[in-house]
């Protein structure tokens, strides 16, 4: 028999219902024989689920936006569809207390399911979750989509089997249910209780009609390379907008290059930043493949070498590109590869800073190149952080080893040291930066690089706290 007969004592009521919800996920019975319906109870249960609700919504919208009372009468939909059916189901049974106890039920199990979602986004936000791999990002939201199906159909399956309702109903009202989620899930995406209203992204009437100039300017300005010198040329590309952090870096590596390494005049930046849009040019395949057009023309090219840094987000095969509103195509390592030899450059040092960019190796490798990824083909890479100055690798590659090491290959195993142990102290998986060098180029490096690095001398390094750990 189903004992509904409550306590006097509310959080002996309390903890009933807790325990009589856990049950409930499990679909089994025993849940209709611990809980413990009351108004009360049923009151306490709706004001949890609502606030743990909010909350959850709340932490998703990034802490901005504002409340969405519309959002909350969507979630409010299936308590009350609960309640209707507790009161078909008193009716039917004959017995007024069971009105309560599927919406509770409900509740109940809902809050500790929308608890540990709010715990794992709170992990999440605060970067306690980057030792999971990237899969279990992806299936986080499908397994709690099937947590929240189930707990209604739970309710349906406890009863069913508690009434001893025929298969034919228990199917028909399952599939009713299911059909019904369809519609809400439909619905509440787009009134969810924590609210940000859409505000489209804008290009200035200025930065439209400014970029066509600077680029151009910026192209004109590329110094013919001396037939009696070896010159170094930087082309940087800073991929995309809302992440500051790669704007940032190739800014700060370009004024590296210039002072330092002897481009100045031989240097180009690319980059997608909202606060840079009249002052430089935006980096797109188009403007990519100019530069380094511009730049093949002006080199010597049996004796110049081109040194080329791209940072941004990642996926395998994937160079992203983003400048909204502006619609970019995204680079893919076959695009690049062309986009290289149609410029005629010989020598190349290509270094690409993004999650999973040593799967951009196998395309760009030649007799007469290097490149240096910071992650192998299936590895992410961290540090895009809009609070940091460089990623994690361009602040050990650039920030550190160059301006202590005297060879690009020193460079790179001290950055990829340095690298390793920031990632250990945070407990993330490794990035495991690649290296790749044509045999070509490595009886040409050698003598190049004493055209880059200057005479020893001693350098001061900046200051190097450890970076923060987001995932490019």
Known sequence: ?????????????????QVAGLWLFL????????VHPSIFQLLFWGAVAASVNTLYSWMVAGQVGHFNSQGLVSYALWPFIALIVGIFLSQRMNNQRLMLVPALLWLVLD?????????????????????L????????????????????LAVIWVFSRELKWPWWERALIMFATVCTLVVWQMSVKQQPIWKVDDSPPTISE????????????????????DFSQTHWYFLGVAGD???????????????????????LGRSVQLVNDPDTRTKIPIASETSIQLALNRIGQQMNKDTDVLFMYLTSHGLANHFELENAPIDLNQINPQWLRSALDKSGIKWR??????????????????????????????????????ESDYTYFGRAFFDQAMREKSTLHDAFTDAQATVSKWENAQGFEPSEPQWSLGKNMELMLPQLEKHLFPSPTVIPTSPNPMPSPTTP
């Not at 679909?27 to 611990?34: D, V, Y």
């Not at 608890?115 to 980057?130: A, E, P, T, W």
């Not at 760009?364 to 952080?385: K, M, Y």
Request: hydrophobic residues 40%; aromatic residues 12%; glycine residues 4%.
């Open 241 to 263: 907008s809302y992440d500051s952090v790669f704007s940032s870096e190739v800014q700060r590596i370009k004024s590296q290059f210039d002072t330092r390494f002897g481009t």
């Open 349 to 386: 040092v290509i270094v690409i800073s993004a999650c999973y960019s040593g799967s951009f190796i196998p395309a760009l490798q030649s007799d007469n190149t290097l490149v240096i990824t910071a992650s192998a083909a299936d590895r992410s890479s961290f540090g895009c952080n809009s």
């Open 133 to 152: 791999p990237d899969s279990i990002y992806n299936f986080l939201p499908t397994l709690f989509m099937v947590f929240f199906v189930w707990q209604s």
């Open 206 to 225: 200025d930065a439209l009609y400014a970029q066509g100039n600077l680029l151009r300017q910026t192209l004109e300005q590329i110094q013919l390379g």
């Open 27 to 34: 679909g089994s019975r025993k849940s209709l024989q611990i």
């Open 1 to 17: 028999m189903i004992d509904l007969k409550p306590s006097i004592n509310f959080w002996h009521d309390l903890k009933s219902n």
């Open 111 to 131: 809050s500790n399911v929308l608890l540990i979602q709010c715990f794992l986004q709170y992990l999440g936000d605060n970067n306690l979750l980057n030792f």
